[in-house]
């Protein structure tokens, strides 16, 4: 067939997965996927395609997450774990400074980046949105975080269009989901014996040239095409059919800005507070929280000290600490000023959503607090100013 190009699609064999890792594995990628850890599906080195969780689909709920084995599944059919981009692109810990006292003065040396190029396969529309919003926080703004931009560049991102939903997934309602949006390099649809790749990037075209693709036959594309659409369909149903089991939930997001801005007052607040554990979970698993604090460590003798950058929670105490005490000293205040950022302020701050409804914030609440549910109880009027 003819050289890929963008826009088109080749179609392989299931097995030739283990080709596509083999390339970018030899183009010098550290090639990561869908693993098993801990009863989980995180993004792990990945090597062979043994190691991809065929045959297993996740069950999701307000605190709850389980694999279980499933006959029917194909090789993509669980959705997102806790896991996201974001620790790729801006790792948990990361050392910004190395300081080092002698004998006269201190030296101070600048840790070198990790910016080894990394593949990573099996991300969902939610996924490739929620990097876009990071790349606004990161790099279109007035400072552009050079370590970010770095890793960023670096990425080959294979995306995989979404045949089943997971009942805590509200995509739809954000427009980010099920299918994949652009940004792309490689973008995976699954049939019964084949994958379909469409082709996102130059870079994505050079390494499907080198797969041995064959042209989809009349009709596979729809065919691929019409699965996330029929998921689609489903999650558009859902709320009128109110089956939460299968196919996800929803957030309205009619005049959500003012609806949420407009009731900072609401006695849910107080209410939502009595159940949040202030624990920060919901902060880490999501894909778009972008905090960070820089703290210094040094070691027990005083003569190093490492500056290092680390996640930070708006749920925590010292988030909001200022010399007159912190700003939100209550969970209620922090859990509203969570909300109310991600859902409504961060329009004004960044033009987009703050949340793209993959789910995980609620899947990993040890409580269960589900903030689809917590818009939805502060009702649907924008209250008169
Ligand atoms: S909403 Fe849930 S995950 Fe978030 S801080 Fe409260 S208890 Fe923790
Ligand atoms: S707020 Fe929750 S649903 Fe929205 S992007 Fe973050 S983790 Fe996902």
Redesign the pocket.
């Known amino acids: 067939m003819a050289s890929p190009r963008i826009g088109s699609w080749i179609k392989i064999p299931k097995e030739r997965l283990q080709q596509l890792i083999d390339t970018l594995a030899s183009d010098g990628y550290r090639v990561v996927g869908p693993r098993i850890r801990d009863g989980a599906i995180i993004l792990d080195d990945l090597t062979d395609i043994r190691q991809l969780p065929a045959g297993v689909v996740d069950e999701q709920d307000g605190g709850h997450y389980r694999l279980r084995e499933d006959p029917t599944a194909g090789w993509f059919d669980f959705v997102v774990g806790p896991q996201s981009l974001k620790p790729f692109v801006l790792p948990p810990r990361e050392p910004l400074l190395q300081l080092q006292r002698t004998s006269e003065t201190w030296q101070t040396e600048t840790p070198e980046i990790d910016d080894r190029p990394v593949a990573v396969l099996g991300l969902r529309g939610c996924d490739l949105h929620a990097l876009s919003i990071m790349d606004r926080v990161f790099l279109e703004g007035p400072y552009v975080d050079p370590r970010y931009e770095k890793r960023r560049a670096s990425l080959f991102l294979i995306g995989v269009h979404c045949r089943r939903a997971a009942p805590t997934c509200f995509c739809h309602s954000l427009k980010t989901g099920p299918a994949l949006p652009a940004g792309f390099d490689l973008g995976l649809s699954e049939l019964e014996e084949h994958f379909l790749l469409e082709v996102g990037s130059r870079r994505g075209a050079a390494v499907a040239a080198r797969l041995q693709g064959e042209e989809p036959a009349s009709g596979e594309i729809t065919r691929a095409r019409m699965a996330t659409r029929a998921l689609e369909q489903r999650m558009h149903d859902r709320p009128l059919h109110g089956d939460r089991r299968t196919a996800g939930r929803w957030l309205e997001t009619d005049h959500l800005r003012d609806r949420l801005l407009g009731n900072l007052e609401h006695p849910r607040w107080s209410e939502v507070a009595e159940r949040?554990?202030?624990?920060?979970?919901?902060t880490m698993v999501c894909p778009t929280c972008f905090c960070t604090t820089v703290e210094e460590v040094s070691d027990l003798s005083g003569d190093s000290v490492t500056r290092m950058r680390r996640w930070e929670s708006c749920?925590t105490w010292e988030h909001s600490y200022t010399t007159a005490g912190p700003v939100h000293p209550t969970t209620q205040s922090r859990?509203r000023q969570w909300l109310t950022h991600k859902l409504a302020s961060w329009h004004d701050q960044f033009g987009t959503s703050g949340c793209v409804g993959c789910g995980r914030?609620i899947t990993?609440?040890?409580?269960g607090?589900d903030l689809t549910e917590e818009v939805a109880a502060l009702g649907n009027e924008v209250p008169h100013a």
């Open positions: 949040c554990l202030a624990c920060a979970n919901c749920f859990y914030c990993w609440c040890p409580v607090i």
